[in-house]
């Protein structure tokens, strides 16, 4: 195995990883935090190289961009994980049998967790700050677009892990290579948990190629319903936050679906949307109320490829519905388990709407691009769970805990 090397030597440092004490790993995530904002210089030259290699017009762009600001943000939410309560240890149940055994399960780390993600260097700091907090080791799979900005971010996290006498091997970056990416996914012995983030393309390629555990966080296909007790001041806002708050992100809005009795309500909900250039695929009676009111250019029929895309850019479908139950099955027929909404002044309404839709997250009356681990109050996240096994939406510090059982007794034998 070509990263064989590699694997040892981040398995070895999850299990040294297993006795380090909860306030030395919050010191090095707050000096991690500090160290990130003077590198930010030496990082956003390493991250120009990437930029300069990919189109500027390509969805992944702005994701792959850091910036100066971006990378305070950043090391913002590295001082909050490391403000956060340590999740190992915690006795999640404790029971005394009638032999006089007592049984407790206790929250652990999972160990090696492995990480595969595209075009988004803040990924590499944000998965090792919720590693390290949770007492988990980390390989690093970026893309070829990340390597000079993920090296770079990397070799600030090094440099601080040995400062406090940790071994440097609790976060390994591979190389961006095919070979090295199927040979992770085979690594038994050696990563314990893999979390795909990254296109579609990727997340099923990881599912489909990969023999040992993975969490699959899906593509982000948004739906926001305005309902036909909608209100519109609340809807143009919600959708334009939506949808241009950062178009290249998973939580940003990809379809409006609008009941018809609200086709009157429908140029006051886009007005704001035409000022930021987004192209909007109507159906037939949205392209008709909407004709003549957007601006032309900006305005195109819908096909069936436009609804069920993840768009990553100012593009959006609108999609009309006759009814209620017609709104829901669009959403589920569509949905990617991400991220839905409804706008509606109906309590009954959103009552239903949160029972019969089927996603990791769903609002009532605001944007969805509040999905997100910061803006839960997590800290920050490892990514976004579609799927309904161990976790579901934003992943943090609970999430990248399992748990073990602990048995003491007094000499007891089993009958």
């Known amino acids: 195995m070509k990263i064989e090397k590699q694997l040892k030597s981040v398995l070895e440092a999850s299990r040294k990883l297993n006795l380090a004490n909860d306030a030395v790993i919050t010191d090095v995530l707050l000096d991690l935090a500090s160290e990130m904002e003077a590198s930010v210089d030496h990082i956003l030259e390493e991250n120009k190289k990437d930029l300069d290699r990919m189109d500027p017009e390509d969805p992944k762009f702005d994701r792959l961009k850091l910036t100066e600001e971006r990378i305070r943000g950043i090391a913002g939410d590295t001082r909050n994980v490391a403000g956060l309560p340590c999740p190992t240890g915690r006795i999640l149940k404790e029971s005394v049998r009638?032999?006089?055994?007592?049984?407790?399960?206790?929250?652990?780390?999972?160990?090696?967790?492995?990480?595969?993600?595209?075009?988004?260097?803040?990924?590499t700091l944000d998965v090792f700050s919720l590693c390290l907090k949770s007492g988990n080791a980390c390989v690093l799979k970026g893309g070829s677009d990340a390597i000079y900005s993920n090296n770079a971010i990397v070799s600030v996290i090094k440099k601080v892990l040995?400062?406090?006498?940790?071994?440097?091997?609790?976060?390994?970056?591979?190389?961006?290579?095919?070979e090295e990416t199927n040979e992770m996914l085979k690594a038994h012995g050696y990563i314990d948990l893999i979390i795909p983030r990254g296109s579609q393309g990727l997340i099923s390629f990881v599912r489909e190629n990969a023999t040992i555990p993975v969490i699959e966080t899906g593509a982000g296909i948004c739906h926001t319903y305005f309902d036909e007790y909608g209100d519109s001041a609340k809807g143009r806002d919600i959708i334009f936050n939506a949808k241009t708050r950062r178009p290249s992100v998973c939580n940003a809005l990809d379809c409006l679906v609008i009941h018809e009795s609200r086709l009157d309500d429908l140029t006051r909900l886009t007005e704001r949307l035409a000022g930021a250039g987004v192209i909007i695929y109507a159906d037939d009676k949205s392209f008709v109320k909407l004709n003549g009111?957007?601006?032309?250019?900006?305005?195109?029929?819908?096909?069936?490829?436009?609804?069920?895309?993840?768009?990553?850019?100012?593009?959006?479908?609108?999609?009309?519905?006759?009814?209620?139950?017609?709104?829901?099955?669009?959403?589920?027929?569509?949905?990617?388990?991400?991220?839905?909404?409804?706008?509606?002044?109906?309590?009954?309404?959103?009552?239903?709407?949160?029972?019969?839709?089927?996603?990791?997250?769903?609002?009532?009356?605001?944007?969805?691009?509040?999905?997100?681990?910061?803006?839960?109050?997590?800290?920050?996240?490892?990514?976004?769970?579609?799927?309904?096994?161990?976790?579901?939406?934003?992943?943090?510090?609970?999430?990248?805990?399992?748990?073990?059982?602990?048995?003491?007794g007094q000499g007891q034998v089993r009958p």
Do not use: C
């Open 98 to 123: 009638p032999n006089g055994l007592l049984i407790k399960k206790i929250s652990v780390p999972f160990g090696v967790i492995g990480i595969i993600y595209e075009a988004r260097p803040n990924v």
């Open 162 to 178: 040995v400062k406090y006498g940790l071994d440097e091997d609790t976060v390994v970056l591979l190389p961006a290579g095919r």
């Open 293 to 408: 009111f957007y601006p032309a250019n900006l305005l195109l029929p819908a096909t069936s490829e436009s609804f069920g895309t993840e768009f990553l850019s100012l593009k959006m479908a609108v999609k009309t519905v006759a009814d209620f139950e017609e709104a829901i099955d669009h959403i589920n027929r569509y949905t990617s388990k991400h991220s839905e909404a409804i706008i509606s002044e109906s309590k009954e309404r959103i009552d239903t709407f949160r029972k019969m839709v089927d996603a990791s997250s769903v609002y009532s009356n605001t944007s969805t691009a509040f999905t997100d681990g910061a803006q839960f109050g997590l800290g920050a996240e490892i990514g976004i769970s579609t799927q309904k096994l161990h976790a579901r939406g934003p992943m943090a510090l609970e999430e990248l805990t399992s748990y073990k059982w602990i048995i003491e």
